[in-house]
């Protein structure tokens, strides 16, 4: 209803300017992703000391205990996703520019995937060894660690949208997304130990499933409580 | 209290056309109605100065022209590409000012040549600090750098400045000043809240939004 945007641009060109600022901003902002990836670690280290070093008791609990730590571990960045772009007033700048919110908080999704999930995904066949999980067991763990940790940033970026500008905006999301959580954790446990050995399980299909339809929605639902989000100090 | 929503729209035939049509529109902070009904219009090449006391209303109606906050009654009607510089900068304090200025003007499609972005930083003498990260620079640096971006606006364009010469120095006014000043000559609009006189010397109109008790 009130003015056009800059249209003299495309989407597509919109589209790669946000995500080179994102990348340049996710680089200079590293040791946040630093601490995430402590966090992990930490706490899949905590298992063995109090559970103690005996095999018998850790391998059973080894995957349970790398979906749950990834869970936590993502839930610390959640925060972040939009608080500084919201305060600074970059997305009134974006609500002004022919990129749709929607796209904007994908792109912001994707980098926050890719700077914090991927290196826990790195490490983690590392922990699994600690917990004596079998080689043979890491490609399925990976894989759906892979497409669990992207739902669980997606429900992250609704979470985020919606608390952004709340007070106790970080407890308040943990209460927000982790029983949304809920379906991504089950599917990704048994997925990622499949009983006769073959990678692509039902229990897979289903996350997978599940990850499409946050894809689809997660964003726009992300964009519409971003619509009227107020910068600090304006207004 | 309250102005009903206006449920005619302004005939095709009766407004600029690519102006700016505030129609009756209602604002609101928290549940508190700030303004019940504001009319006004700006034509191609115009200037509006927003004035009035804290709490009037100023960066709320402005915010509401850029769509960022929904009138509460009434319609405002733009086609002109708007370019909304508020209190908050928009700029990443971890990049530099150049950088900031790049990819604002990659998101909104403009160019991004290396003549074209100094040019810009050159009218509000933004250059020497260009290259330093945002955090190192001052409010008055940062408003400069956030003005850069009018250098790169279309022509047509609706500017919606929120106090745009607070914190500058002189010579960052003048070249404010020099900016609004052309715009205006190429047909482009400018609707200004400001408690001091802008680009003095130019025809322009006044908004003035009163205290509601």
Redesign the interface.
């Known amino acids: 209803?009130?003015?056009?945007?800059?249209?003299?641009?495309?989407i597509k060109?919109?589209l790669?300017?946000?995500i080179?600022?994102d990348i340049?901003?996710g680089w200079?902002?590293r040791g946040q992703a630093l601490v995430m990836l402590g966090f992990f670690l930490i706490i899949i280290t905590l298992f063995p000391l109090a559970a103690g070093p005996d095999e018998a008791q850790l391998r059973p609990i080894a995957i349970p205990v790398i979906w749950i730590a990834a869970m936590l571990a993502s839930l610390a960045g959640f925060t972040r996703i939009f608080a500084?772009d919201v305060?600074?007033?970059?997305v009134?700048?974006?609500?002004?520019?022919?990129?749709p919110l929607a796209l904007y908080a994908l792109a912001r999704a994707a980098v926050h995937w890719a700077l914090t999930a991927l290196p826990m995904l790195v490490v983690t066949p590392l922990m699994g060894l600690m917990l004596y999980l079998e080689p043979v067991g890491m490609p399925p763990l990976l894989l759906a660690l892979a497409l669990g940790t992207m739902a669980m940033t997606l429900l992250g970026l609704i979470g985020a949208a919606l608390t952004e500008g709340a007070r106790g905006g970080t407890g308040l999301l943990a209460v927000l997304v982790l029983p949304l959580a809920v379906p991504v954790l089950i599917f990704g446990v048994l997925a990622s130990a499949p009983a006769d050995g073959g990678i692509v399980t039902p229990h897979l299909m289903l996350l997978g499933a599940v990850l499409l339809v946050l894809l689809a929605l997660a964003p726009l639902v992300a964009a519409m409580a971003l619509a009227?989000a107020?910068?600090?100090?304006?207004? | 209290m309250v102005a009903e929503p206006t449920q005619s729209r302004i005939g095709a035939s009766d407004r600029p056309a690519a102006g700016?049509v505030i129609d009756n529109v209602a604002l609101v902070?928290g549940m508190r109605v700030i303004q019940p009904a504001l009319s006004h219009v700006i034509a191609p090449g115009g200037m509006t100065l927003l004035t009035g006391p804290n709490g009037s209303g100023k960066?709320?109606l402005l915010?509401?022209?850029?769509?960022?906050?929904?009138p509460m009654a009434g319609?405002?009607?733009?086609?002109?590409?708007?370019?909304?510089i508020?209190?908050?900068?928009?700029?990443?304090?971890?990049?530099s000012g150049r950088?900031n200025l790049v990819?604002?003007?990659?998101?909104?499609?403009?160019p991004v040549d290396v003549d074209v972005i100094e040019a810009a930083l050159a009218a509000l003498a933004a250059g020497p600090f260009a290259d330093l990260p945002v955090r190192m620079l001052s409010r008055g640096q940062r408003r400069r750098l956030a003005l850069a971006r009018l250098a790169l606006s279309?022509a047509q364009?609706?500017w919606l400045l929120d106090e745009p010469a607070a914190g500058l120095d002189r010579a960052a006014e003048a070249g404010l000043d020099r900016l609004i000043a052309a715009h205006l000559d190429r047909g482009g609009m400018v609707m200004a809240a400001t408690h001091t006189p802008l680009a003095t010397g130019r025809t322009h109109a006044e908004l003035a939004l009163e205290a509601q008790p």
């Open positions: 209803m009130t003015g056009r945007k800059m249209n003299t641009g495309n060109s919109s790669g300017a946000q080179r600022r340049a901003l200079r902002g500084d305060a600074c007033g970059w009134d700048q974006v609500a002004l520019s022919p990129l009227e107020e910068a600090e100090t304006g207004a | 700016l902070r960066s709320t915010r509401a022209i850029a769509g960022r906050l929904r319609t405002i009607t733009c086609a002109a590409p708007i370019l909304y508020g209190h908050a900068d928009g700029l990443a304090t971890a990049l950088r990819d604002w003007a990659g998101l909104n499609g403009l279309p364009a609706l």
